[in-house]
């Protein structure tokens, strides 16, 4: 934008995939969602893309995901562009209720295949939740769509104080999505809590 004398030049990136390459992947994700809270800045969620390697072969839907932005921000179509976006949490005793953007159409338990739409597996239960209280430890975790919002639990956390969700090198079949079809990215509710060593790769 300083290059180019503009401000406001729109700014649209792609998220790391699911297939991670190293250690300190999940942190740069987390890194790469509070980046897109940039005015004139939209990211690209891929973690749920199926193939392997830092470059995985499906290019297809990165292309339509990111085409979403440029054609709602910049041509004035009204289409959907963002998946779940997580905009803050209630702590309520032993559970943790959390908001996000971009969650008008509602949420759902999602899967997707290939090239396909993703599919509503309402059987399913959302994955990759976990929870911490103050002694920092990250436990497994419950999470359960209510209409626009998700309520997270643990047996093994009495007092909650943060949720991550998809926090892993490789989060396979990570499955929220908004009714749109158009998957979350992942986040940490506190970001602060996370430690990153500058030497993983």
Partial sequence: RQAFGNEKLPVYFVQLPGSGAGEGWPYLREQQRLAADLPHTGMVVTVDLDGAGIHPPNKIDVGERLARWALAKNSGRSVPFSGPMFERQEVQD????????????????????????????????????????????????????????????????????????????????????????????????????????????
């Fill in 94 to 201: 032993d559970k943790i209720i959390l908001h996000f953007s971009h969650a008008e159409s509602g949420l759902m338990v999602a899967d997707k295949d290939g090239l396909a739409e993703p599919r509503e597996t309402p059987q399913s239960e959302l994955a990759y939740f976990e929870v911490t209280d103050p002694s920092g430890k990250w436990q497994p975790a419950k999470a359960k769509i209510d209409g626009k919002k998700v309520v997270v639990t643990s047996d093994q956390v009495a007092s909650p104080i943060a949720v991550r969700y998809a926090y892993a090198v490789n989060p396979e079949n990570c499955n929220l999505y908004n009714r749109d079809g158009l998957p979350s990215s992942p986040f940490c509710s506190r970001p602060e809590l996370l430690s990153y060593d500058p030497k993983l790769p």
